[in-house]
């Protein structure tokens, strides 16, 4: 499986995600990393790991649909199978989608269908909820919906600040992203 991954910023999931590539716990090919930043920290986290890197932003382009259609040259000249958004902050065309049926995979910071969007852990952090956690779903047009495959919670404690929340949540993140990703490659998408 040739995979791609999408970021837009720190790219500490893209590098949970590059280590377990090199280890093999993920089977397959990380084949390059795009961001839409090209001032992004993925971007620099790529070099270490040798991964091919790609940048450019809807504003190198005179629409979003010439935006959309360069990635989806740069994905389909590489022979990209499978694309993983990690912290990718823009909502997916329908062209792209239209290629990869089934093929794109988000990560989002709270239990969906709660606390969709930009800021999902810091929204369930000011609503005070008790519980939050992350949510792996396939991509669909929508912001944060599509069908959901795996979740994993966590406790907010009267301890929490925002910061020790955001630790907890991107640990659970580096954990469970790589083996959700492992699993579904492994067993082939429809
Ligand atoms: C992650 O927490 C991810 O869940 C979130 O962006 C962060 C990226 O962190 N994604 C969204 O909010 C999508 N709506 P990273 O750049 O360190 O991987």
Known sequence: MRVAV????NG??????????ETQAIQGELV???SDRKDAYVLERAKKYQIPRFSFSPKDFASKKQY????????????????VLAGYMRIIGQDLLETFPNRILNIHPSLLPSFPGLHGIKDAYDYGVKLTGITIHFVDA?????PIVAQAAVEITNEDTLATLEEKIHQLEHHWYPRVIA??????VK
């Open 68 to 83: 959309e259609a360069a990635l989806r040259d740069l994905l389909l000249t590489n022979q990209i199978d499978f694309v």
């Open 32 to 34: 390059l990393l795009f």
């Open 142 to 146: 929508g912001v944060d919906t599509g």
């Open 183 to 188: 699993d579904i490659t492994q067993k082939g």
């Open 12 to 21: 500490s999931n893209f590098e949970a995600i590059a280590q377990a590539f």
């Open 6 to 9: 999408l970021a837009s910023g």
